[in-house]
């Protein structure tokens, strides 16, 4: 999919709104954060149409060792290929793995992480930039001294010949500069990134023997002909304010940046793991010539009333699908505590939130999602309703609850198309990264563990 293609879907005309960051009535881009200049995950991830399959498959079942173990992102879908990371597994001590797999699941490593001053450890996905070229980001790795295993990397994985050169193009630092990042990058239409930290950004309110001191950060890698500089655009406060932005990014027409975070917000519900109060948050950075402000958009209240620890990215409302506004999803809380599915509406200059949907046991608890919930059409028919799709990391009517992919009406009814079964049988468990579909609608996620041998984990393919 070219940008070309997408002209003309704005905010409040675009079909896919804030998920197309940049675009416009006419066709023309924005202030930056734009329109990236060639496909990535978040464009990739779109409106397809729907064929039944016959069958759910698993498309390939990851070995352990070199073969690489524990892929926790989602796929990128390129060129009639899927693109991933797994956390684990590799040729140099477990430090992950990028790889490619053809639809009949034909496996490629594309690169095996060294760890040190390498990247390691990619809990995030692959997007695509200009070229040919693949950008992700690895919580550890790049030898920042203040974090015990390294404070993490972006990389570039460059097309060479018949594979691919990788390299570091910033290592994080800790302490007053960003660590551990974990969502998948937005790219613009000049190639800059933007993405989040869980920890450093200086806040002495959460400090963490692993990812040195800080609330989170948000940030950006600007290029030119001499590599990538870095800015902090804010780093969190803990407080009333958030802590641990952990999903990918989202923009609108104006350059605003939307996210999550874990923790924080001050409510007293609940407790982060640094002592800090809240349930966790919705920001939104708005820019201007003197750089990003933060507004806390929401911040979600626990209990049974309401969800807790957003670990979803945001994705915007489509046409039929209560156009304009925001869904996400948490991991707890809700009327059976085990998550929800939550709707933000726009309200003059704030937001209104309600609990969209409410999971069970047996639909599944922790609905992560980290890059996004899917939408796309409820089945083939040319005029169909959209639904959203996603995958949860537990629950399913397999009694080792490992888990489930399933879909969501505009009404708020839920389907569970599959439950996972586990390594006994073959199938995967765990699964935590968001669904991906193709041109003919089939969904296609990872779980980040099960199948044989050594639990690492398979890639699925499920119907909707």
């Not at 790795?141 to 010949?161: D, F, K, M, R």
């Not at 641990?244 to 001050?266: K, Q």
């Not at 169909?384 to 009814?413: D, E, N, R, S, W």
Request: aromatic share 10%; with cysteine.
């Amino acid at each position: 999919m070219r940008i070309s293609d997408l002209a003309g879907h704005a905010l409040g005309v675009c079909t896919v709104a804030l998920m197309l960051a940049g675009c416009s009535g006419n066709g023309s881009s924005a202030v930056a954060p734009s329109v990236p200049a060639s496909s990535s995950y978040a464009l990739e991830r779109q409106g397809a149409g729907v064929t039944p399959l016959k069958q759910d498959n698993i498309l390939y079942t990851f070995q352990g060792g070199v073969d690489g173990a524990g892929p926790y992102a989602g796929l990128l879908a390129q060129n009639g290929q899927y693109y991933g990371t797994t956390f684990g597994g590799g040729a140099s001590d477990g430090a992950g793995t990028a790889f490619k797999l053809s639809p009949s699941g034909a496996k490629t490593i594309l690169y095996t992480f060294q760890g040190g001053s390498d990247a390691a450890n990619p809990q995030a996905g692959l997007i695509a930039g200009g070229g040919g070229a693949l950008y992700g980001d690895t919580v550890y790795g790049g030898g920042g001294p203040a974090c015990t295993y390294g404070c993490g990397t972006v990389y570039e994985l460059v097309p060479s010949g018949s594979g691919y050169t990788e390299k570091v193009i910033y290592a994080f630092q800790g302490g007053d500069d960003g660590a551990a990042p974990i969502g998948n990058l937005l790219i613009d239409k000049s190639g800059a990134l933007y993405g989040t930290t869980v920890g450093g950004g200086g806040a002495a309110a959460c400090t963490t023997t692993i990812d040195g001191i800080g609330c989170g950060t948000v940030f950006k890698l600007t290029p030119s002909s001499e590599g990538y500089t870095e800015t902090i655009l804010y780093s969190f406060q803990a407080g009333n304010d958030g802590i641990g932005p952990r999903g990918t990014l989202i923009a609108d027409v104006n350059g605003a940046l939307y996210g999550t975070t874990e923790f924080g917000g001050g409510v007293s519900a609940c407790s982060s793991g640094s002592g800090n109060a809240g349930c966790g948050t919705v920001f939104k950075l708005t820019p201007s010539s003197a750089g990003y402000s933060e507004t806390v958009i929401y911040r979600f209240q626990g209990g049974t009333g309401d969800g807790q620890f957003p670990r979803s990215a945001l994705v915007a409302g489509i046409t039929g699908f209560k156009s304009g506004r925001l869904f996400g999803a948490t991991i707890g809380g809700g009327a059976n505590k085990h998550g929800t599915i939550y709707e933000l509406t726009p309200s003059g200059s704030s937001y209104t939130e309600r609990v969209f949907y409410s999971f069970n046991g047996k639909s599944g608890p922790r609905p992560s999602d980290e890059n996004g919930l899917y939408f796309g059409k409820c089945h083939a028919h040319p005029w169909a309703q959209p639904c959203l799709y996603g995958t949860t990391a537990g629950g399913g009517t397999a009694k080792c609850f490992c888990g489930t992919a399933f879909k969501l009406t505009a009404a708020g009814t839920e389907t569970v198309l599959h439950s996972f079964q586990g390594g006994r049988r073959a199938d995967g468990s765990d699964p935590r990264g968001s669904l991906v579909a193709d041109a003919a609608g089939y969904l296609y996620g990872t779980t980040f563990g099960g199948g044989t041998r050594q639990q690492a984990g398979t890639v699925f393919k499920v119907s909707p």
